[in-house]
C-alpha cells in the first residue's frame, strides 16, 4: 500500500528488514523499536494493492479458504476504507461482503469460535489463510441496530442508572452464553507459567517499576476466549467475533486464556468509557451490573467466588493486563499515555500492598492450626481437658482464615476505591 503510514502500524516503530515470506499479493513489513522503544517489534503483512477486482483475485489466487467465501470470478466492485486493525474492504459479488484483513494474523482458533459461537452471533462465515496464518477473514453485510456502546454513552451522558444497568446486563449475558458454548468445547487447566512469562514480558518492555504474578485458581482454566472484547461489539443479543489488536502482535498469545480475561476486557472497556463520558453515575455500580449478568448465563465454576478471588489473582490481574496493553500499544504508536489504564496502574502498589497486609491474618490462621495440631500430635490421645485448648487453635484459625478470605478485594470495586 503507498502514500501515508497506515493507521494500523505502530507509528513509533521503524521498519526493518523482514525474512517473513508473504502470500503473492502481499508485502512483509516488519518492525522494531529503537531507543526506549527497544524490544517491541511486530511482524505484519499488508496487500500491495486493493483497488480493483483484479486485486482481490490475485490476492486470494493462492491463499487456503475456509468457511463461506464470494467466488473471486463474481466480484464486480470493491471498496476499502483503514481502521486501526487493518483494511475493511466491501465487495460487492452476487452478495455484498466485508471482508477483514488481519495484517498480525490471529492466535490460530477464529475459525473455532466462528464455528461453535452461539447462535446469533456476529461472526465470520469464512475466510483465507496462508502456511496456517490467518488473512483474511469475511461477512456478509448486513442491517444492523445500534451497538451497545452507542446506547450506553447516550445513557451515561442522561444519567439514565437503570437503563446503563440494563444494557451492562445484557451484555454480561451475552459474554456469558458464549463462554458457556466455549466450555463444552474446551476446557484446560491453568496456564499459570505462560500468563505470568506474559506480564513479565510486558513489564520490561515499559520498564514497569512495579510487578504482579498471581498463582491463579483452578476455576480458571484455559478455554477458547475472545482475547479483545469491547462493549461495541454486542447489539441485542449479538456477539462480534473479529480481529485481534494490536497487542497482540508487539507481543503473541502463547497460550490460551481463561474466560475470566474476557470480562477484564470488557469491565476494562467500561472504564474507558466511564471516563471519556461526562456522568455522575459512579463506575462501581456499572461494573456490579455488567460481572453480575456474566455471572447468570457463565459456567458456574467459571464465575464462582473462588474464580473471583482476589488473592489469587482473580479477575484483577486480569484488569491489570488491559492496562499494560494500553500502554503498549500507546506506546508503540507514542500517541500519549491511554486513560483510564494509566490513572489505574497508579493504585497498582496500593493494591497490592492492602492485599499483602492481609497476609497477616493467612498468617495467623497458619499459626493457630499448627499449634492446634501440635497439641494434638504431643498429647495422642488427648484427654477432654487437653483437647479444649486444640479445639480453641482450630477455631481461631478458622476464624482469621474467614477473615482473610473477606478481606479480599471484591470485583466490582475499581482499583481507585480500595
Not at 21 to 26: I, L, N, Q, S, T
Not at 339 to 359: C, E, G, I, S, W
Request: proline share 7%.
Amino acid at each position: 500500500m503507498s502514500g501515508e503510514l497506515p493507521v494500523w502500524r505502530p507509528q513509533a516503530l521503524r521498519q526493518v528488514r523482514s525474512n517473513l515470506e508473504p502470500p503473492p499479493g502481499f508485502n512483509s513489513i516488519k518492525l522494531a523499536g529503537m531507543g526506549g522503544l527497544t524490544g517491541m517489534k511486530a511482524e505484519l503483512i499488508e496487500p500491495i494493492s486493493m483497488k480493483s477486482p483484479e486485486d482481490w483475485k490475485e490476492i486470494v489466487k493462492q491463499l487456503q479458504d475456509w468457511g463461506e467465501v464470494p467466488p473471486p470470478e463474481s466480484v464486480t466492485k470493491l471498496t476499502t476504507q483503514n481502521s486501526e486493525r487493518g483494511i475493511l474492504a466491501v465487495i460487492e459479488a452476487d452478495e455484498d461482503w466485508v471482508a477483514e484483513f488481519l495484517p498480525w494474523g490471529s492466535d490460530g482458533l477464529l475459525k473455532v469460535r466462528s464455528r461453535n459461537a452461539p447462535d446469533g452471533s456476529d461472526v465470520p462465515l469464512g475466510g483465507y489463510t496462508w502456511n496456517g496464518r490467518d488473512v483474511v477473514i469475511l461477512r456478509k453485510v448486513i442491517s444492523k441496530d445500534e451497538n451497545s456502546e452507542d446506547s450506553l454513552v447516550k445513557k451515561l451522558q442522561e444519567d439514565d442508572l437503570k437503563s446503563c444497568v440494563r444494557i451492562l446486563g445484557d451484555v454480561g449475558k451475552c459474554l456469558g452464553k458464549f463462554h458457556s458454548s466455549m466450555r463444552e468445547l474446551r476446557e484446560l487447566p491453568p496456564d499459570q507459567k505462560r500468563w505470568n512469562s506474559r506480564n513479565e514480558r510486558i513489564e520490561g518492555l515499559l520498564r514497569a517499576q512495579f510487578i504482579w504474578r498471581a498463582p491463579y485458581t483452578k476455576e480458571q482454566p484455559c478455554t477458547v476466549s475472545l482475547l479483545d472484547v469491547r462493549i461495541s461489539d454486542f447489539s441485542g443479543d449479538s456477539l462480534r467475533v473479529g480481529a485481534p489488536r494490536l497487542s497482540d502482535a508487539l507481543i503473541p498469545h502463547e497460550s490460551e486464556k481463561p474466560a475470566m480475561r474476557d470480562l477484564a476486557s470488557l469491565v476494562h472497556d467500561l472504564s474507558r468509557l466511564h471516563h471519556k463520558e461526562e456522568t455522575n453515575l459512579q463506575l462501581k455500580e456499572l461494573r456490579m451490573a455488567l460481572i453480575e449478568g456474566w455471572r447468570e448465563t457463565a459456567p458456574d465454576e467459571w464465575a464462582s467466588e473462588n474464580a473471583f478471588y482476589s488473592h489469587r489473582g482473580g479477575m484483577a490481574i486480569w484488569e491489570y493486563e488491559q492496562c499494560l496493553m494500553d500502554v503498549l500499544e500507546a506506546s508503540s504508536n507514542q500517541s500519549g499515555a491511554p486513560q483510564p489504564a494509566v490513572d489505574t496502574l497508579l493504585y497498582v502498589k496500593m493494591y497490592q500492598k492492602r492485599m499483602f497486609n492481609n497476609r497477616t491474618f493467612a498468617g495467623l490462621s497458619f499459626m493457630a492450626f499448627f499449634f492446634g495440631v501440635s497439641s494434638l500430635i504431643n498429647q495422642f490421645p488427648p484427654s477432654l481437658a487437653e483437647l479444649i485448648p486444640a479445639l480453641a487453635f482450630f477455631g481461631a484459625g478458622y476464624l482469621c482464615f474467614k477473615a482473610y478470605r473477606g478481606m479480599s478485594p471484591p470485583p466490582e470495586k475499581p482499583f481507585a476505591e480500595i
